[in-house]
Every structure is written in C-alpha cells, then in structure tokens.
C-alpha cells in the first residue's frame, strides 16, 4: 500500500502509476464515493454529454456544411465508384 500526503490546503497529488490506474490525465474528473469505516472509492467520472455536442464536430475550418441529400448523393458516388 501507497502513502500520499496532505498539502496545507487539504488536497492529495495523485501520483502517475495511480493516474494510470485509473485511465484519467490531469486535468479529469474522478467521482469519489464515501464508504463506511473512512474509506473512499475513487473512479474515473462518466462524461454525460448530449448528441448535440457531436454537431460539427468533423467540420474543418473553411469548409461548407453539408446537407442530408448532399452526403446521400456523396455516398451514392462513392459507391458506384464515382469521385
């Protein structure tokens, strides 16, 4: 077992191995359970996002947005081998 020290204004440094452990990078969230006895359970946090989110998300600067018919037709293209 691993000892971590207190800081004056009562935080814990999570060392990498633990980081790693725990698949997160600084700068994550961790939710944190109290559990009986003192103890504590630390997990890495679910990122609760919503589709909308995703809008735009391949979208690269200068370029026009697409609509449904122009990426059906794209597609259409593509299968048929057409460029």
Same mark, same amino acid.
Do not use: C, Q, W, Y
């Given at each position: 077992m691993d000892?971590?020290?207190i800081t004056a204004k009562g935080q814990v440094t &999570?060392?990498?191995d633990v980081l790693r452990h725990l698949g997160v990078e600084p700068g994550?969230?961790?939710e944190v359970d109290l559990?009986?006895?003192?103890?504590? #359970? &630390?997990?890495p946090a679910v990122r609760r +996002?919503? *589709?909308?989110? &995703?809008v +735009? *998300?391949?979208?690269?600067?200068g370029q026009k947005t697409l609509s449904i #018919? =122009?990426?059906? =037709? *794209?597609i259409a293209n593509a299968w048929a081998g057409k460029r």
């Open positions: 000892t971590l020290t &999570l060392r990498k994550a969230k961790v559990l009986p006895d003192g103890r504590v #359970e &630390l997990r +996002g919503k *589709i909308s989110d &995703l +735009g *998300i391949l979208k690269r600067p #018919e =122009e990426m059906n =037709e *794209i």
